[in-house]
C-alpha cells in the first residue's frame, strides 16, 4: 500500500490558507462560537500549529476581518458605464451577495466584532482596528458612489446624503438577516429608491443638488430604477 504526500506549504500561503478556512466558518457561525481546534481542524493541520503562524484566534479572526473587508470594499466597484440607477442596482446585487454569503460574519464586521473571543479579551487596539476596517469598507463605498457621479468635492448636503444611505444599506442588511421577511430582491431595488428619494429631499433645499438630481434623471431610461420610483409615486397619487 502506497500513502500520498502532502505537499508543504509556505509560510505566506499557510497563512492565507488558514485566513481562508476562518472565513468560511466565521460566514457559517458567529466568531465567538468557532474554537482553534475547529480551524486547524478544517485546514488539516494541528492546534500548536495553527498558534504558529497567528497567536491566538483574535489575530486570525481580524486577519479574516481584513480580506472580508477587502472583498465588501471591492463590492462598491463598478464601471462608469451606463445610467447611474442600473449601476447602483449592480452594486446593491453584490453587496447582498456578500452578506448572504457571509451573514455571521457580515454582522459581526458591521457590529465591530466578536465580543468575547475565546483566548481572552479584546483590547482597545482591537476594537480600534476592526472599527478602522469597517470605516475603511465605507470611505471606500463613499469614494465610488462620487466616481459615479464624477465629482471630486462634493458639498455638504451631497456628503450627508451619501454617508447616510451607505449606513442605510448597512441596516437594512442587517435586519434582513434576521429572519430574511423581505425579498431580498426587492430590498435592493428599495435602496437603489432610498438613494434617489435622499437626493431628491436634498435637492428640494439647495439649487446644487437639484442640478444634480436633474443630470442623473436625464440619463435615466424608461424602464431604470429611478423611473420606476418616479412612476410607482405618481400612482400613489393618482385618485383612485
Known amino acids: 500500500m502506497t ?16 485566513i481562508g478556512v476562518a472565513l468560511e466558518l466565521f460566514s457559517r457561525r458567529s466568531p465567538d462560537e468557532v474554537s482553534i481546534d475547529e480551524i486547524a481542524s478544517a485546514a488539516g493541520i494541528s492546534r500548536p500549529l495553527v498558534y504558529h503562524y497567528f497567536p491566538g484566534k483574535l489575530s486570525l479572526y481580524e ?39 457571509h451573514g455571521p460574519g457580515f454582522s459581526a464586521l458591521m457590529r465591530g466584532g466578536p465580543a468575547v473571543p475565546r483566548d481572552g479579551l479584546r483590547s482597545r487596539d482591537a476594537v ?14 463613499y469614494d465610488q458612489i462620487l466616481t459615479h457621479l464624477r465629482i471630486d468635492n462634493p458639498p455638504a ?3 450627508l446624503v451619501i454617508r447616510s444611505w451607505i449606513s442605510l444599506a448597512e441596516s437594512t442588511a442587517l435586519i434582513w438577516l434576521d429572519g430574511r421577511r423581505i ?16 437626493t431628491a429631499v436634498s435637492a428640494a433645499y439647495d439649487e446644487e443638488m437639484a442640478d444634480l438630481l436633474r443630470r442623473i434623471l ?23
Open 183 to 198: 425579498p431580498r430582491q426587492e430590498l435592493e431595488a428599495q435602496l437603489v429608491h432610498d438613494f434617489a428619494a435622499l
Open 3 to 18: 500513502t500520498g504526500v502532502r505537499r508543504r506549504m509556505g509560510v505566506e500561503e499557510r497563512r492565507q490558507q488558514l
Open 157 to 159: 448636503r451631497l456628503e
Open 128 to 141: 480600534s482596528r476592526t472599527n478602522a476596517l469597517i470605516d475603511g469598507v465605507r470611505q471606500a463605498a
Open 63 to 101: 486577519a479574516a476581518l481584513k480580506r472580508a473587508s477587502d472583498d465588501l470594499a471591492a463590492r462598491f466597484m463598478e464601471p462608469r458605464e451606463g445610467p447611474l440607477g442600473a449601476r447602483l442596482l449592480r452594486v446593491m446585487r453584490r453587496f447582498f451577495d456578500f452578506v448572504e454569503e
Open 218 to 240: 436625464k440619463d435615466e431610461p424608461t424602464d431604470g430604477p429611478f423611473t420606476d420610483l418616479v412612476d410607482r409615486l405618481v400612482a400613489l397619487g393618482a385618485p383612485r
